[in-house]
């Protein structure tokens, strides 16, 4: 492009000196560890030694009906987890973050920080809490049915296959919707007063000012956000481990591939762990999220504006 | 802005919305700390009414407290969680700069090698990261956990910041850069103040993860000097998995130090927006 | 310089009778030694320890789950050979076999403890309402149908929620009256009987029995709930492991007592379950090899063996020795093996080696039994489908 | 219809206090502009008639309804900001279209009013770009096509044009005042451009550190100042003031326009030295040191050629000479 | 010191060719004013010198070196913003300072320029405000003081006045030319203020359309436009350009500015009626509609009264009297 009389452009070192800390920390202590990990699925272990059998451990997981059934399972859990997130998690976070960034909402201090506190409470106590809070044991929830007279609608939901996922997932976005609502109100704050002001005046307020004006300037969050929830969903694992346990009972109904892999890799209680089935999982695991980042970041970040304000 | 753009209706409607979330957000927590205040029978009896004269008991409290040296282990995941955050925040701003800013070769793939780390359990590397610590003398030491988080917060760190970095204008940049400022002044003084809102986000997701971990702290950090107080309030839950007073008193001390360290970031927060709103 | 021997453990519930009574006692003796008692959540041990061994970082003494998950570490080398270590002939065949190569050649853990399965009741309920405790099914049916017909008690109180609690408590616990315990248990690793046979059948047959007279919502029980509801007195019979008995002692108002399995017909012969639990063993990376061993032939000590049986009512001890114990619900649990005939959880030996896992298998299984999910022949089809992909005894 | 009374309208951020009480009344059609030293609250009036901001205290009405709690939308009022204020996001035709297309106006009819404005303000060839991809003077006719678009019976203009070329910004003004006449609608404009002011308004408002000075026509704060202040910010360059005490007169301060001096090289009522002779082209502006008077700024129509250093005798029109008192009144 | 030479610089925003080969040299110490109507690539020339912008092809030299590649914290330059661009998270006064802290001015130092500074634009009352705590005038001036206190040996100012009162912008605008002589600093400047260009520029670049049309000292453009486009942008009002056609001349068109047309109820070259009187104070502008030469502007010193449709006389200077060929070009 320059004419060729122009001079080579200096090293721009700087990029360099910015990349660097976080490169090397990141490449020795994750990325080198997990390629060994990942590595493991091309071999077997046998008689103590581990010998390289290229693809078959994946022939096993979708040849042996063992395996493969287990993993579209999960697979297929995994994705009505997911739906279930995108579906009420990220509506619900964004709503409460354009209320809360309405100007001069009195206590949006205080429904903030009440609003995050699920998110930064640990599995353990989620699972507990929502254990203790759904037993019929305990009845807390049938209690509160009887409340509003809804008591004969009350099951065992955790314990049931046919409510167990959805109701875990719930609990899940009960415990995560403070997350897309801090991205989002940190992107609606930072648009600028004076456009708003200016559609104040055009006439363009309440939800034709939230639709037109503010969701278009924060639609990049909200692509971040999806994306977040996919990776954060196809790598979940705690919450339905604390709830659920490694065998995501009742009867598999709520295995998705976390629970799936953390059987396969460390075992579970008879099981013994098979890192090369593992580590196999894994990197299938690993091969749907970087599909779906890579979509992102290829066909939907490119597309998405981004404005300077 | 003035009271003519609000309307009272709205206004009520988005309380009565927001109230009505914060009581779902809320009820199970205080549910929990509620009945860790009560006796055996009255956690069964009427788990939904608050603690009363005859019910009120403090037996969980009394089992938890003098089970170990929670002080300690206090200090211990705060030395971690806080030192892990700085560098998360340093490194991640620093390299999400270097994404958001400059066009170089490779800074794509540079991107998507960065986000690599959230599509992989850290948990699974766990055997090489032991080896590697055990290789160079960092088991039980707050230092291997602080390099493990470090390396595991950053790869969020880096997608999150990077976005909000390109919304910095490139005007007020190219200022500073007129100015004389260099490369890295412009990204302290003047990128870094203003992405404060979103570090702070960024601070507060990672370090509840952190936090609230059990896994490094058991593998690489068990000795009774560097145990931190997730690992130390889950091996006595593993204890009382029957005593509810106990559970529920547990549950609800360790609640406590995440949101106090939350509400203190969340000032910053806070803080942060109100100076970088500044258009 | 004292030399300090670290113990991996799952027990975390046992850590204030190590500090307060084992490590002291075996301190005070072996002067120099220290001994540390460090336990990690029991989800997370294996996990846990099988990181820590890789990488080297694991402590001296390993606590050792019975059968294939130790056997696989020593395969491994990380267990130590103890075939040869003092005081290991303290122990039965029968008890050592859990920590055994399948050729019965090496020994690689001390046994420590077993647990015996039964079921435990309200004596205060049942003296209510007038009960006797069952000794045949008949009667076993006879007892829950009153106290369900009474309504003041939940009959059973047994979740399916954990699955395991299903399997253990449920199936493990009454099947050896059906397949005739070690006879039924062997023949099943000589693939001479099938988990289809009616004598493996059976159980879930009555497992399935069991569904009305659980509580409300018992799918979505949990272990600790299980619990509570029988030690509130809500619940009049508990399917229970020994293990319980500590817990119970502390927690129960009421008093207690305990009835083995109840047989098919009046006269049969019982089978329990009296399952090696529980056992320790040495690292071999450990770099205080002698101090261990010295440490581990304590533990096969009986002096060892009575402070930990006391201490720990419900664990009992596999010593040769007898131990003298204390606690009258301990006492009726071991009573049994006098008058029955023990053996040890049928899918633990061998049987689970392979994917798919058959206890893992057998949890889900026997949880979807009781709820009615699966028929008793669906579920015993499945499961010997599952083993027979991979499990091919040599004939 | 676009009447607007403004009742001891007082602001303050914080404790400075930047509307002191404004009291002003706008009626229908009129074409009103503020003007005064930045930073006087000017932009900060606009934003309380728009309802963008509370006032502290007092009342605004338009078309004699307080309209305090009115909603900025339901005032009929259409907004030009000093920094333009559109939305990133939107193409130059959307930007305009947003507001109609809200109120729910016929799409050919926004078509129509679109084109309109785009022709008057050059804009046809940008219309699908965004705002990023626009120079300083284009975001700002932008920013104007937006408000006229909606022929709203009160405009508010807050410097609309600082950003144009000469020839454009002609134009647009007379675009505006043509628009002016043809929605019968109200304006109120802030410029800083004396020749905006003098051109567009019936009615000029001279703000003052939060307070007004003078409300006037353009000629009659040209020719009667009240104050000091009104006399030396109307007109450019700025009358010249002599302090009496060299003069020996009675008032404190006397007051003469640059174009009001005439110079003769050789005789006249105050002696100086040219001290410097900016050639505007059409007129030139010579700076003389006088014995008497001190520095005098003086306009002279046309080329005139002055070296610095020469020596130039400097004439006041009597006529039009003002006299100020001690508090910087008008004397008469 | 402070010499630019530009070499043939052109730039394209994708398909749209911005700048088409800029050639210009400016010497050190010259200060040099870009005028042309809006959005014909002040601003991105100003960036391209500036090193913001990377041209499409072309040199840029700064004292003989290439600066292609400099990075524009080493080119010694300041630029005052058209968006202001200041640091939203400080004060005024870290606004000023920070460029020089971080050049490792001692303190003291820091501190006395940033008095002068903002002593020379009357922004000591704000100095521990934050930028939008400012009004736009008060913003403006912040982004003057931020450049001014580096005293660098070129500077580059994208219309930097825009949006001050007109008593502002003439202190400012002496402060400026007071800092060029005193700093002998190289100054390049955008504006669109014809007073300003006029006063300032020793040197005037008229571009249109990413070309640059005429170079010249401010009387010169004047005086001896090369081209109707120079004619028409250089004064204000504009020049009247009349169709020869009409007139029967050979020239195309026929340019004369409005202040050197004559009006007189009498007598004179063309006949017409009054459209329109602006009454500027100083000087009135009348539009006369005549017979034979179309619209035009005329230009009167003082007090004019006319009625709109009394009938007039114009009368052209013929000395001061453009003609222009059929490419626009002046004919000689
Ligand atoms: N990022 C961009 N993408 C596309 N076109 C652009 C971009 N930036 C500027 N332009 C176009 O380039 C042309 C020149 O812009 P520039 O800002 O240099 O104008 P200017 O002479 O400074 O105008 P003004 O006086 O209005 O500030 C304009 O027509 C503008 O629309
Ligand atoms: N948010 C604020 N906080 C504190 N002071 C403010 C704020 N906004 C404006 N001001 C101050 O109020 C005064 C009036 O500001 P305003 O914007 O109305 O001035 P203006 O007359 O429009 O000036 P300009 O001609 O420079 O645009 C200024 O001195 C300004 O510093
Ligand atoms: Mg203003
Ligand atoms: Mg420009």
């Known amino acids: 492009m320059a004419a060729q009389t122009r001079p080579k452009k200096p090293i721009r070192w700087h990029i360099g000196v910015f990349l660097a800390p976080a490169v090397l920390v990141y490449t020795a202590i994750m990325i080198l560890p997990l390629a060994g990990t990942l590595q493991l699925s091309l071999f077997r272990n046998i008689e103590q030694s581990q010998v390289f059998v290229g693809l078959s451990n994946f022939r096993t997981l979708f040849g042996?009906?063992?395996?493969?059934?287990?993993?579209?399972?999960?697979?297929?859990?995994?994705?009505?987890?997911?739906?279930?997130?995108?579906?009420?998690?990220?509506?619900?976070?964004?709503?409460?973050?354009?209320?809360?960034?309405?100007?001069?909402?009195?206590?949006?201090?205080?429904?903030?920080?009440?609003?995050?506190?699920?998110?930064?409470?640990?599995?353990?106590?989620?699972?507990?809490?929502?254990?203790?809070?759904?037993?019929?044991?305990?009845?807390?929830?049938?209690?509160?049915?009887?409340?509003?007279?809804?008591?004969?609608?009350?099951?065992?939901?955790?314990?049931?296959?046919?409510?167990?996922?959805?109701?875990?997932?719930?609990?899940?976005?009960?415990?995560?919707?403070?997350?897309?609502?801090?991205?989002?109100?940190?992107?609606?704050?930072?648009?600028?007063?004076?456009?708003?002001?200016?559609?104040?005046?055009?006439?363009?307020?309440?939800?034709?000012?939230?639709?037109?004006?503010?969701?278009?300037?924060?639609?990049?969050?909200?692509?971040?956000?999806?994306?977040?929830?996919?990776?954060?969903?196809?790598?979940?694992?705690?919450?339905?481990?604390?709830?659920?346990?490694?065998?995501?009972?009742?009867?598999?109904?709520?295995?998705?591939?976390?629970?799936?892999?953390?059987?396969?890799?460390?075992?579970?209680?008879?099981?013994?762990?098979?890192?090369?089935?593992?580590?196999?999982?894994?990197?299938?695991?690993f091969l749907i999220i970087l599909a779906g980042v890579c979509v992102y970041l290829f066909l939907v970040q490119t597309r998405l504006r981004r404005y300077q304000f | 802005m003035s009271t003519a753009t609000h309307s009272l209706p709205r206004t009520i409607g988005a309380h009565a919305v927001l109230l009505t979330y914060t009581a779902i957000a809320?009820?199970?927590?205080?549910?929990?700390?509620?009945?860790?205040?009560?006796?055996?029978?009255?956690?069964?009896?009427?788990?939904?009414?608050?603690?009363?004269?005859?019910?009120?008991?403090?037996?969980?409290?009394?089992?938890?407290?003098?089970?170990?040296?929670?002080?300690?282990?206090?200090?211990?995941?705060?030395?971690?969680?806080?030192?892990?955050?700085?560098?998360?925040?340093?490194?991640g701003a620093m390299a999400a700069f270097a994404l958001s800013e400059y066009r170089f070769r490779g800074n794509t793939m540079m991107g998507l090698y960065l986000a690599l780390g959230i599509m992989i359990p850290i948990r699974l590397g766990t055997v090489a990261i032991l080896q590697l610590m055990v290789a160079s003398g960092l088991v039980n030491t707050l230092t291997a956990l602080i390099l493990v988080y470090t390396a595991q917060g950053l790869p969020l760190a880096v997608f999150i910041l990077s976005e909000f970095m390109k919304q910095v204008s490139d005007d007020l940049k190219n200022a500073g850069r007129i100015d004389g400022l260099s490369e890295y002044t412009i990204f302290f003084r003047l990128v870094l103040p203003l992405v404060r809102p979103s570090m702070a986000t960024v601070a507060v997701f990672t370090m509840i993860p952190i936090w609230?971990?059990?896994?490094?702290?058991?593998?690489?950090?068990?000795?009774?000097?560097?145990?931190?107080?997730?690992?130390?309030?889950?091996?006595?839950?593993?204890?009382?998995?029957?005593?509810?007073?106990?559970?529920?008193?547990?549950?609800?001390?360790?609640?406590?130090?995440?949101?106090?360290?939350?509400?203190?970031?969340?000032?910053?927060?806070?803080?942060?927006?109100?100076?970088?709103?500044?258009k | 310089e004292d030399v300090t021997l670290n113990i991996e453990s799952w027990r975390g519930d046992d850590l204030t009778i190590w500090k307060d009574k084992l490590i002291p006692a075996f301190e005070a003796k072996n002067p120099g030694i220290k001994v540390v008692f460090a336990p990690s959540a029991p989800t997370e041990y294996d996990a846990a320890l099988g990181a820590k061994l890789s990488a080297g970082s694991a402590g001296?003494?390993?606590?050792?789950?019975?059968?294939?998950?130790?056997?696989?570490?020593?395969?491994?080398?990380?267990?130590?050979?103890?075939?040869?270590?003092?005081?290991?002939?303290?122990?039965?065949?029968?008890?050592?076999?859990?920590?055994?190569?399948?050729?019965?050649?090496?020994s690689f853990c001390v046994p420590m403890a077993s647990v015996i399965h039964g079921f435990i009741y309200n004596k205060d309920a049942f003296d209510k309402l007038g009960l006797k405790v069952p000794t045949t099914n008949e009667e076993f049916y006879a007892v829950l149908d009153k106290i369900k017909a009474d309504g003041t008690y939940i009959p059973m109180a047994m979740g399916t929620k954990d699955l395991w609690e299903a399997a253990t408590m449920g199936y493990q616990n009454i099947g050896p009256n059906y397949w005739k315990g070690e006879e039924g248990r062997l023949a099943l690793i000589k693939g001479e009987q099938k988990l289809t046979d009616p004598q493996w059948v059976e159980p879930y047959k009555e497992l399935a029995k069991w569904k009305p007279y659980l509580g409300d919502g018992f799918e979505a029980q949990t272990y600790p709930d299980s619990q509570n509801l029988f030690t509130l007195g809500r619940a009049a019979i508990y399917p229970a492991g020994s293990w319980e008995i500590g817990l119970f002692n502390t927690q129960a108002q009421f008093k207690m007592g305990a009835f083995p399995p109840p047989v098919q017909k009046a006269g049969d012969t019982c089978y329990i379950s009296d399952h090696t639990d529980i056992g320790m063993g040495l690292n071999a990376a450990s770099k205080h090899p002698e101090e261990a061993k010295k440490f581990l032939s304590w533990v096969a000590s009986p002096d060892f063996a009575t402070i930990y049986a006391n201490a720990l009512p419900g664990f009992f001890s596999l010593n040769n020795t007898p131990v003298k114990m204390e606690d009258p619900l301990a006492q009726e649990f071991v009573s049994w093996r006098g008058k029955c005939k023990s053996t040890i959880r049928s899918t633990y030996q061998i049987l689970s080696r392979g994917t798919p896992n058959l206890e893992n298998e057998t949890w889900v299984e026997s949880a979807n039994v009781i709820n009615g999910t699966d028929t008793p022949e669906a579920a015993a089809k499945k499961l010997q489908d599952g083993l027979d992909s991979w499990y091919k005894p040599a004939k | 219809m676009g009447s607007l009374n403004i009742e001891n309208v007082k602001k303050a951020f914080g404790p400075v206090e930047v509307l002191k009480g404004i009291d002003l009344e706008v009626v229908d059609g009129e074409f009103v502009v503020f003007v005064g030293p930045s930073g006087c609250g000017k932009s900060t009036l606009l934003r309380v008639i728009a309802g963008l901001e509370d006032s502290t205290s007092g009342r605004v009405l338009i078309d004699g309804d307080d309209v305090s709690v009115t909603p900025p939308a339901k005032r009929g009022i259409a907004m030009v900001f000093q920094t333009y204020a559109l939305y990133p996001h939107l193409t130059v035709k959307n930007n305009m279209g947003l507001g109609l297309k809200q109120a729910g106006t016929p799409a050919t009819e926004i078509e129509r009013r679109i084109k309109i404005a785009s022709a008057m303000l050059s804009l046809e060839p940008y219309l699908e770009r965004r705002p990023a991809e626009l120079s300083g003077g284009q975001r700002q006719r932008v920013a104007i096509g937006r408000a006229v678009v909606r022929e709203p019976k009160l405009f508010l203009f807050d410097e609309p044009l600082s950003n144009l070329d000469a020839a454009l910004r002609v134009n647009t003004r007379l675009e505006i005042a043509q628009l002016h006449r043809r929605l019968k609608a109200t304006m109120i404009y802030v410029t800083h451009d004396q020749v905006e002011a003098m051109t567009l308004a019936d009615k000029i408002v001279v703000l003052n550190a939060g307070k007004i000075e003078q409300i006037g026509s353009p000629m009659e704060l040209y020719n009667s100042?009240?104050?000091?202040?009104?006399?030396?910010?109307?007109?450019?360059?700025?009358?010249?003031?002599?302090?009496?005490?060299?003069?020996?007169?009675?008032?404190?301060?006397?007051?003469?326009?640059?174009?009001?001096?005439?110079?003769?090289?050789?005789?006249?009522?105050?002696?100086?030295t040219v001290v410097h002779a900016e050639h505007l082209g059409a007129d030139t502006n010579l700076y003389l040191d006088c014995e008497k008077a001190g520095l005098l700024t003086v306009r002279i129509f046309g080329v005139y050629n002055a070296e610095p250093g020469a020596t130039l005798f400097a004439t006041p029109d009597p006529a039009k000479t003002y006299r100020f008192g001690a508090d910087g009144r008008v004397l008469k």
């Open chain 1, 64 to 285: 042996d009906p063992n395996w493969s059934v287990n993993f579209w399972n999960a697979l297929r859990n995994n994705v009505w987890f997911f739906i279930i997130h995108m579906l009420v998690q990220n509506p619900i976070g964004v709503l409460l973050a354009a209320l809360l960034s309405s100007p001069r909402l009195r206590f949006a201090a205080f429904y903030r920080t009440a609003i995050f506190v699920p998110t930064i409470l640990s599995f353990v106590i989620v699972g507990f809490a929502w254990k203790l809070i759904l037993s019929p044991i305990w009845g807390v929830a049938p209690h509160l049915m009887d409340f509003v007279g809804l008591k004969s609608l009350f099951t065992p939901w955790l314990g049931k296959e046919q409510y167990a996922l959805t109701a875990l997932s719930l609990v899940s976005v009960w415990q995560f919707v403070g997350i897309p609502m801090m991205l989002i109100y940190a992107a609606l704050l930072s648009i600028p007063d004076e456009v708003i002001e200016a559609a104040e005046c055009d006439g363009i307020t309440g939800m034709a000012q939230f639709w037109k004006i503010k969701l278009p300037l924060i639609l990049p969050s909200i692509g971040i956000i999806s994306i977040l929830t996919f990776v954060g969903n196809f790598n979940a694992f705690d919450l339905i481990y604390t709830a659920q346990g490694a065998l995501a009972g009742p009867n598999y109904s709520t295995d998705i591939l976390g629970t799936f892999l953390y059987r396969a890799f460390f075992g579970f209680q008879l099981q013994v762990g098979d890192p090369n089935m593992g580590a196999a999982i894994a990197t299938m695991m």
């Open chain 2, 26 to 91: 809320l009820f199970p927590v205080i549910l929990v700390i509620m009945n860790s205040f009560k006796s055996r029978a009255g956690i069964f009896g009427a788990p939904l009414t608050p603690p009363t004269p005859k019910t009120f008991d403090l037996i969980g409290y009394t089992t938890v407290i003098g089970q170990g040296d929670f002080i300690h282990y206090f200090q211990n995941s705060l030395v971690v969680t806080v030192a892990s955050l700085f560098f998360v925040l340093l490194f």
């Open chain 2, 212 to 278: 609230n971990d059990l896994w490094f702290p058991l593998i690489l950090a068990p000795s009774e000097e560097t145990k931190t107080v997730t690992l130390g309030a889950q091996l006595f839950l593993g204890q009382f998995v029957t005593n509810w007073n106990a559970i529920l008193a547990a549950l609800s001390l360790a609640i406590l130090p995440v949101l106090i360290l939350y509400v203190i970031f969340s000032r910053q927060l806070i803080r942060g927006i109100t100076s970088g709103a500044v």
């Open chain 3, 60 to 106: 001296d003494l390993i606590t050792c789950r019975p059968f294939d998950k130790s056997l696989e570490l020593f395969k491994k080398g990380n267990l130590a050979d103890l075939s040869s270590l003092p005081g290991m002939d303290n122990f039965s065949p029968v008890a050592k076999a859990a920590w055994q190569t399948d050729d019965g050649k090496s």
């Open chain 4, 225 to 272: 100042p009240a104050n000091e202040f009104v006399a030396g910010f109307i007109g450019s360059p700025k009358m010249n003031f002599i302090d009496s005490a060299k003069l020996g007169e009675t008032a404190k301060t006397i007051g003469v326009r640059p174009e009001h001096l005439t110079v003769d090289a050789k005789s006249g009522a105050w002696k100086g």
